[in-house]
């Protein structure tokens, strides 16, 4: 069986998470001891974030022609990646998150729905939080001028039902 043969269903592999990805973050995982390795995939894989570790030609391959490609020059060394799936934001938030207590893992690069980010790109991307959070912010901010509007109008008939 030839070499190629052989490489080719990897290079499938990574074209089908490719092809799901919302967003994909490179990193550098040199000096990461397996207690912190197995920690930053758990919590990768309880949010849906696809992580794997490939050979850089393999990556190249399968991001050739796709948006990805702006990787290609970050695809030296050790390199692993994490597909965001469901979550644009959630690769480059939870590993932020583990950086902060395993600071020899370091963002190479990212694209974030098309868009091309480097590491000081993705630092920023990783403060953005989850779709649900905003969401949650968002109707939080709009349900509270109508819940005191509706206290403001209870007082009014309460005050007027004393006065009658």
């Known amino acids: 069986m030839a070499k190629v043969e052989i ?3 990897i290079v499938d592999e990574i074209k089908g998470y490719v092809n799901d990805a ?3 973050v490179a ?8 207690e912190e390795d197995t920690k930053l995939r758990k919590q990768l894989r309880e949010a849906g974030v696809v992580y794997k570790v490939y050979k850089n030609t393999l990556l190249k391959r399968a991001f050739e022609g796709t948006v990805y490609e702006a990787l290609y020059k970050h ?3 050790p390199t ?3 597909f ?3 979550d644009a934001t959630a690769p480059a938030r939870i590993i932020n998150d583990v950086i902060k207590t395993s600071p020899k893992l370091e963002f190479k690069a990212g694209v974030v729905e098309g868009t091309y980010y480097d590491e000081t790109g993705i ?6 939080p989850s779709r ?3 969401i949650s912010k968002l109707l939080g901010s709009l349900q509270s001028p109508i819940t005191n509007f509706a206290r403001v109008l209870k007082q009014i008939a309460e005050k007027q039902e004393g006065v009658a």
């Open 7 to 9: 490489k080719q269903p």
């Open 22 to 24: 919302k967003a994909i």
């Open 27 to 34: 990193v550098d995982y040199r000096g990461l001891t397996v």
């Open 75 to 77: 695809l030296e060394g």
């Open 80 to 82: 692993a990646v994490a």
């Open 84 to 86: 965001g799936i469901s």
């Open 123 to 128: 630092q920023k991307i990783a403060t953005i």
């Open 132 to 134: 649900e959070v905003l």
